[in-house]
């Protein structure tokens, strides 16, 4: 009997080690396994990689009571969302995506998947009309590679990604490029090139370059369950806008809207991903856990409202941020009413 249950053990342990012991988690992701056989650290790092999202509570139309949709951003700069903008990656002049071995920053997680085809991009403004409103949050202009295709292995797409992942910069004055869009530098005697670098017409957003995320939430109180709850329903990184003079300077001109991602479909994805913690090392989140949670700090801009404006519109400087704190404040109230009689 003992001879079983050791049996059992070890087959449980060493089966356990062959599926986590790999250089990258289940979503592709950093684990603190670099090497097989090798354990960064004390135990393996094996609950966030592997954990199942916990769902949604389901919400039936009766039981909505009361609803507020908001628009809110989360300024990066902020100390609290440090833990959604570092640490940063880069983009070397040879093409070469460097990755911080350890976590991952938001930016880095949604450009990963988004190159991969697990999350679907909604384009910021209409294809058709681009100098038309930049409505994007509303999901309508989905941006979709060819069935079974990803970044990679669509041409295509690829092509529309390069207007979402990043920026046009000075025209490339190399003719000759590669199938995958890198430019030749030096062509061997059999045909193979040994020095390739990105075309100087494009240049990719990296983690450094993202300054803001605007989130589009619904505020409702479930009578069912007693409860005022929000649910995130959509997700759009930002960047500056920049402008360029004649003599080739650069100024900030305004922010803009990368893409639209919807944040259910976005959860299957941060739900395997980790968050520093900066009081516990042991105890770190995922980037679900943390949005779940709440742990970063936004702003409102608008909120559903009969003129459909945001609040820059009527407001400006520290006006526009007590009147944010306003509206937080009255949602706020809804679930304190219900419970003072």
């Known amino acids: 009997m003992r001879s079983l249950i050791y049996s059992i053990f070890t087959v449980a342990i060493f089966g356990s080690s062959t599926v986590i012991a790999q250089p990258e988690g289940i979503n592709g992701g950093p684990v603190n396994v670099p090497t097989e056989g090798i354990i960064d650290g004390v135990f393996i790092q094996e609950h966030i990689p592997t954990k199942r999202m916990i769902p949604y509570e389901h919400v039936r139309e009766a039981d909505a009571i009361w609803s507020r949709r908001t628009f809110e951003y989360i300024d990066l700069r902020e100390k609290i969302n440090h833990s959604l903008y570092y640490p940063l990656d880069e983009i070397t002049p040879a093409g070469d995506w460097v990755k911080n071995a350890t976590r991952w920053s938001l930016w880095t997680v949604i450009r990963q998947h988004i190159m991969n085809g697990d999350l679907r991009v909604f384009s910021p403004y209409n294809p058709i009309n681009v100098f038309g409103e930049w409505d994007g949050y509303q999901l309508k202009y989905p941006v979709d590679p060819e069935p079974g295709l990803n970044y990679y292995t669509d041409s295509n797409y690829r092509e529309e990604m390069v207007y979402f992942l990043g920026s046009l910069g000075p025209q490339s004055d190399i003719a000759e490029v590669d199938d995958d869009g890198y430019e030749i530098i030096i062509t061997m005697p059999d045909g193979s090139t040994s020095f390739k670098y990105p075309a100087p017409d494009t240049i990719w957003y990296t983690s450094k370059d993202i300054v803001q995320y605007r989130i589009k939430e619904d505020w409702f109180f479930d009578k069912e369950r007693s409860v005022l709850d929000v649910r995130i329903l959509a997700l759009a990184p930002v960047v500056y806008k920049m402008d360029e003079d004649a003599a080739g ?69 520290a006006d526009a941020l007590f009147e944010s704190q306003a509206i937080r404040n009255e949602i706020r109230n809804i679930e304190h009413d219900v419970w003072s009689f």
């Open 249 to 317: 300077n650069k100024a900030i001109s305004g922010m803009k809207e990368l893409f639209w991602l919807y944040f259910p479909h976005c959860r299957f994805v941060f739900n395997n991903y980790f968050v520093y913690n900066p009081s516990n090392d042991a105890q770190w989140m995922s980037f679900d856990d943390l949005f779940w949670k709440r742990r970063f700090n936004s702003i409102i801009y608008k909120e559903s409202n009969v003129y459909d404006r945001k609040i820059e519109t009527y407001q400006a400087g």
